[in-house]
C-alpha cells in the first residue's frame, strides 16, 4: 500500500511539472545618446587637425539585458565610438556594477570603431597634440560617456520582460582585405572576382521579441572597419546608418552593432556619405534577410560567462639607448613615444613587458558562444576560432572592452606593415607584440569558452 500511494504521489506530481511550462528568458532594451555636447577632437586619423564642425547623426551607446532560466543577467553595451581604454572600461564596469550588480564577467563594452566619433580619455590620444582647451573637453566627455551608460543601462533594466530570443547568421560582402588589395584598384578586382586576402562574411544576428510578437531589439555585427567617411561631422558611419535603417524598418526596436575582426578589413571604395549609407543598406539588408526567411534558432538553455585578462607579451623592449636615438627622430609620434619612455626610466619605473589584455566568452544557451576580443583584431583570429571552437555556432566581436592596439595574427606579424607593428605609436605601447600573440590569444580562449561549458 505505501508504494502503491508512494508512485502515485510521483506520477502527480511528474505530470504536474510536466505540464509547467518552461520559464522564458528575459531581456530588456535601452539607448542613450553620447554625440559630444561641444566641439571636440575626433578620433581615427592622425591627419585630423581641427575640432568636429557638426553631425550628421547622433551616436548612441545601446544596452540589451539578458536574463536566463536560473535569473542569471548578462549586459552588451555597444557604442558608437572609435574606442575605450583600460581605464574607461574599468571606471563603466564599476559604475554598472555598484548600481545594477553586474560581475565583470557579466559586462561586454563593444566599439563599433568609428573614426567620425570623439577622442575617448586615453583612448589614441598619444595620435594628437592637442591643446589644454582641448584635452579639457576630452575629460570632460570621459566623465559624460560613464553616466550616458548607466542611463542606457538603467533604461534597459527598467523594461527587462519575458522575451524570445533566436539568433542566425547573414551574409554581406562588401568588406575587403585592405594588406593585400590597393584601394585604387578594388572596383576592377571586385569586377573581374580577383579580390585576395582573407576575410569574414558573416553577419551575426541575434533577435529579442515579445512573447509571440513584436520585434524588440536586434544585435548584429560584421567584420569591417568603420573608414567610409573622414569628414569633420559626427556619424556611426556605414554601422549607424545601418542601425537607423533597421529601426525604421521596426518601430520602437532597438538595433544594436557590435564589430568583429575587422582589423585588416575595409569598406572600399568609400569617403562619400552614398557609400557610407549603401554599405549601411547592404548589411541592414543582410540582417532582414536572416528575419525575414525565419532563418533564426531560439536561445535555450542557462547563460554561461567568463571574463579574464591575460599577460599579453610585447616583443623586445628598446634600449635606453635606442630610445635616445628615437626621441630625436623626425616623426613626432616616435619621438614623442620615446621621450615618455624615457621619462618612465628616468623615474626608475619599468617599461611592462606585456599588457593585460581581456579575453571573454559567453555561452547564450546551449548552442551559441560568443568571443570578445579587445583590440583592433585582425580577420584571421574569428576565421581561426570559430573553426576551432564549434562552426556555425561561434561569434567572434573585436573591439571589445578595451581597444588597446592592432592585434596581429602571427602571419602578419612577421609581415609587418601598419596593422603588423607600425600602429603601435599611436596607441602608446613600446614596441611591437611577441611572436606568441596569436597563441597566447588562441589559448586564452580555448581555456575560457571550457570553463563556460563545464558551468
Known amino acids: 500500500m505505501r508504494f502503491l500511494t508512494a ?23 535601452g539607448k542613450a545618446i553620447i554625440t559630444p555636447q561641444k566641439p571636440m577632437w575626433m578620433a581615427g586619423y592622425a591627419s585630423r587637425d581641427k575640432p568636429a564642425e557638426s553631425k550628421l ?84 566627455y570621459a566623465d559624460f560617456l560613464p553616466r550616458q551608460i548607466v542611463k542606457a543601462v538603467a533604461d534597459a533594466d527598467k523594461n527587462t520582460a519575458a522575451a524570445e530570443i533566436s539568433w542566425g547568421i547573414g551574409r554581406a560582402t562588401f568588406a575587403v582585405n585592405r594588406r593585400n588589395n590597393k584601394e585604387p584598384d578594388v572596383p576592377k578586382l571586385k569586377e573581374a572576382g580577383q579580390l585576395k586576402g582573407p576575410v569574414d562574411h558573416d553577419v551575426p544576428v541575434l533577435t529579442v521579441c515579445e512573447p509571440g510578437g513584436r520585434l524588440r531589439g ?11 567617411l573622414a569628414f569633420f561631422q559626427w556619424s556611426g558611419d556605414y554601422p549607424g546608418f ?101 621619462e618612465k626610466l628616468q623615474e626608475k619605473q619599468e617599461i611592462p613587458a606585456s599588457y593585460p589584455y581581456p579575453v571573454q566568452v559567453w555561452s547564450i544557451g546551449a548552442d551559441l558562444d560568443l568571443v570578445a576580443l579587445g583590440g583592433e583584431v585582425v580577420v584571421e583570429y574569428a576565421l581561426r576560432i570559430k573553426k576551432e571552437l564549434r562552426p556555425g555556432k561561434t561569434w567572434v566581436m573585436g573591439y571589445a572592452n578595451d581597444v588597446m592596439a592592432y592585434i596581429p595574427s602571427l602571419r602578419v606579424l612577421k609581415e609587418g606593415g601598419y596593422e603588423g607593428g607600425g600602429a603601435m605609436v599611436y596607441y602608446g605601447l613600446p614596441t611591437v607584440w611577441s611572436p606568441r600573440v596569436e597563441e597566447t590569444i588562441i589559448e586564452a580562449v580555448h581555456a575560457e569558452a571550457k570553463k563556460t561549458r563545464a558551468r
Open 7 to 29: 508512485l502515485l504521489l510521483f506520477t502527480t506530481t511528474s505530470s504536474a511539472q510536466a505540464q509547467e511550462p518552461a520559464k522564458p528568458w528575459k531581456a530588456g532594451l
Open 57 to 140: 547623426h547622433d551616436l548612441w551607446a545601446k544596452a540589451l539585458i539578458l536574463e536566463d532560466t536560473a535569473g542569471k543577467r548578462a549586459v552588451l553595451v555597444t557604442l558608437d565610438l572609435v574606442g575605450i581604454d583600460r581605464a574607461m572600461s574599468r571606471n563603466i564596469c564599476k559604475a554598472l556594477r555598484d548600481r545594477f550588480g553586474f560581475a565583470r564577467e557579466n559586462i561586454i563594452l563593444s566599439v563599433s570603431h568609428t573614426h567620425t566619433g570623439p577622442v575617448v580619455g586615453n583612448n589614441l590620444n598619444e595620435m594628437f597634440f592637442l591643446a589644454p582647451e582641448q584635452q579639457a573637453r576630452v575629460k570632460e
Open 218 to 228: 536586434i544585435v548584429f555585427g560584421y567584420a569591417c572597419h568603420a573608414t567610409v
Open 242 to 342: 545601418a542601425q537607423i535603417e533597421l529601426e525604421k524598418a521596426h518601430p520602437g526596436a532597438v538595433a544594436m552593432f557590435f564589430g568583429g575582426c575587422g582589423g585588416d578589413q575595409n569598406p572600399l571604395p568609400r569617403r562619400t556619405v552614398a557609400l557610407a549609407e549603401d554599405y549601411g543598406k547592404q548589411l541592414a539588408r543582410a540582417v532582414e534577410s536572416v528575419i525575414e526567411k525565419k532563418a533564426l534558432r531560439p536561445v535555450g538553455g542557462v547563460l554561461s560567462t567568463r571574463y579574464a585578462e591575460i599577460p599579453l607579451p610585447f616583443g623586445e623592449l628598446p634600449s635606453r639607448e635606442e630610445l635616445a636615438v628615437s626621441a630625436q627622430s623626425k616623426n613626432k609620434h616616435v619621438a614623442h613615444q620615446a621621450r615618455k619612455l624615457l
